[in-house]
């Protein structure tokens, strides 16, 4: 059963445009959703993550929005780069950012110079 | 680098046979994850050992087990490999609480 459902599939954005992807999950006792970037031939590294008690969290060009009634949050990348061009994935967990994490399927950015 | 290093990068193998995969965590962390990332299933956790007892399991399959060893270092068994199983094998390592680091991964490939 997939817990966390992630859209798009795939994402071609120009630079210096807004990249989004979204999330949505099912199980309501998750209280951690992490974001990870994977670049090819790597594993996927923490990029930003946020707890159900906020609705917004900013690092940088890194946006994550929390719509806790909607079980839905999504990442927002400002000023997209080239070097954001990866593949990213959402994630949600219970209890600590240290447990199993249940990943949706992975958006495939693409930025275009 | 993420600190956390899994041996070997690629692992080419036979349909039958059984392999090992090796996970050294980040100095410090006591605990272990493995997770599979196939093309039809993502990323998917298989099970996760604390100090060297396991602490949780997921959709991990009855020819495959884990361990972790006093070292901390922990090994992932897969046996009777079938075509299936083909895919890249993440472990990830954290302290309690904390931020999971992945490593390189290692790909297998059953031919």
């Known amino acids: 059963q997939q817990q966390v459902k992630q859209s798009p599939q795939s994402l071609i954005v120009q630079k210096g445009g807004i990249s989004i992807i979204n999330c949505a999950y099912e199980?309501?006792?998750?209280?951690?959703f992490p974001w990870y970037q994977q670049f090819p031939g790597k594993g996927p590294a923490l990029l930003i993550a946020?707890?159900?008690?906020?609705s917004e969290k900013k690092e940088g060009r890194f946006t994550i929005s929390f719509n806790k009634s909607a079980k839905q949050f999504s990442l927002h990348i400002m000023d997209s780069q080239p070097g954001d061009s990866a593949t990213y994935f959402c994630a949600a967990s219970i209890g600590t950012s240290g447990s199993r994490l249940t990943f949706g399927e992975g958006t495939q950015l693409t930025v275009n110079p | 680098d993420s600190g956390v290093t899994q041996t070997p990068k690629h692992l080419i193998t036979a349909t039958g046979q059984r392999v090992t995969l090796r996970c050294s965590p980040r100095s410090g962390d006591l605990s272990v994850y493995w997770y599979q990332q196939s093309l039809d299933q993502g990323l998917q956790f298989l099970i996760q050992?604390?100090?060297?007892?396991?602490?949780a399991k997921g959709n991990i399959l009855e020819r495959f087990s884990a361990q972790q060893f006093p070292d901390l270092h922990s090994e992932l068994n897969l046996s009777s490999l079938e075509l299936g199983d083909s895919a890249l094998y993440f472990c990830a390592s954290s302290t309690l609480g904390g931020e999971a680091f992945f490593g390189q991964g290692t790909r297998l490939t059953v031919v």
């Open positions: 199980n309501t006792a998750f209280d951690y």
């Open positions: 946020i707890r159900p008690d906020v």
């Open positions: 050992y604390y100090n060297g007892e396991e602490r």
